[in-house]
């Protein structure tokens, strides 16, 4: 929600993108880039000027559990399909709002079993990626 609260003018055409399926937590770059790549896009920055001008003591990379968190949308993922992207609704629509709650979270058996293999298949990546 930081991240969020220091970038809120770009808050409303970030919903839409994330309503839209046009989040990608895979990517720092392109037209549908994860949050901080995305948040660059709307402010017409690079990603590095943004996570150093606007998000104070921000570090890319799986570390950062806000990242990790995005890794699990993916390209026509909306809000309504799923879970994560749900999640960051909320999260959005409380900064809007400056109405704060503990968000509840029941997946089905199939969400768990999808989000385990999509997550699989991340690690597969980053692992091929290391080794090349």
């Not at 790549?37 to 104070?56: H, Q, R, W, Y």
Request: hydrophobic content about 30%.
């Amino acid at each position: 929600m930081f991240i969020f609260e220091r970038l809120k003018s770009e808050l409303p055409k970030f919903k839409n993108l994330l309503i839209e399926g046009k989040i990608n937590g895979s990517q720092y770059s392109g037209t549908c880039a994860c949050l901080v790549g995305t948040m660059a896009n709307l402010k017409s920055k690079e990603v590095n000027e943004v996570c150093t001008d606007f998000i104070p003591f921000y570090e890319k990379g799986t570390q950062n559990m806000g990242e990790t968190w995005f890794l699990n949308i993916k390209e026509d993922d909306t809000p309504e399909n799923n879970q994560f992207s749900a999640h960051v609704l909320k999260l959005v629509e409380m900064v809007e709002s400056g109405q704060y709650y503990t968000i509840e979270y029941n997946p089905t058996e199939e969400q768990l079993k999808e989000y385990e293999a999509y997550r699989e298949s991340i690690k597969k990546e980053i692992t091929n990626h290391a080794k090349a």
